[in-house]
């Protein structure tokens, strides 16, 4: 079984001005192609059959580390970043609000909290919301890793890397990140959550 390239759920011109076509031309159409194309390649030349019908959470969990594995989680870190998006970004609601205040305070703190932790990392990595056991929490993963391989359920993340906001920010993480809350998609959130 071959990766293909998911299609995004948005037209690549629709996230302007806060993302560019230019950025999706690169992040999507090359960046997330990219991985699609090496772990395909991957697995075809690996001696390990049984790779070849696994889905990308079975490959990341089964490899853990290297280069399938970095491949493969790439593959599903970028294509949750772009669900995570909508044109013109949403307004979370009930439940989804109530557990925000309930472990962060307000929207508005919860936005605070995840643009500080996002800030933080370094080098390349991704920050999430997510579900760990019965609470709310905002996590740093670095490189390709997700909180997957934690036990813990992604509700929400945005990707640290620098082809993520250089073209349209340079190294202004805080512009990249009002941006991001610009384009948030709650509804899907807080779909994930009540799943």
């Known amino acids: 079984m071959a990766f293909l390239l998911p299609e995004l759920p948005y037209d690549r011109s629709a996230l302007a001005p806060h993302m560019s ?11 997330h192609n ?21 889905d990308l959470p079975e490959l990341m969990i089964r490899e853990r ?6 491949q493969a989680a790439q593959i599903w870190n970028h294509t949750f970043f772009w669900h995570c998006l909508t044109p ?6 009930g439940d989804l609000i109530r557990e925000l205040d309930r472990y962060f305070g307000s929207l508005e703190e919860f936005k605070q909290q995840f643009s500080d932790a996002a800030q933080k990392v370094f080098g390349a ?18 490189n390709a890793e997700n909180p ?7 509700l929400l993340t945005v990707d640290m890397w620098e082809h993520a906001y250089y073209i349209d920010h340079r190294n202004a993480k805080p512009n990249f990140l009002e941006s991001f809350w610009a384009l948030a998609d709650f509804e899907k ?3 994930r959550l009540n799943n």
């Open 88 to 93: 013109g970004g949403s307004s979370p609601t």
């Open 148 to 154: 997957l391989l934690n036990g813990q359920t992604p």
């Open 189 to 191: 959130v807080a779909r």
């Open 34 to 54: 990219t991985y699609v194309t090496k772990a395909n390649e991957a697995i075809k030349n690996t001696a390990d059959a049984s790779l070849s019908n696994a």
């Open 21 to 31: 076509l230019e950025t999706l031309d690169y992040h999507y159409g090359k960046h």
């Open 125 to 142: 990595g991704w920050t999430w919301l997510v579900i760990d056991g019965n609470s709310l929490k905002i996590v740093n993963t670095p």
């Open 65 to 70: 580390e290297g280069f399938l594995f970095n």
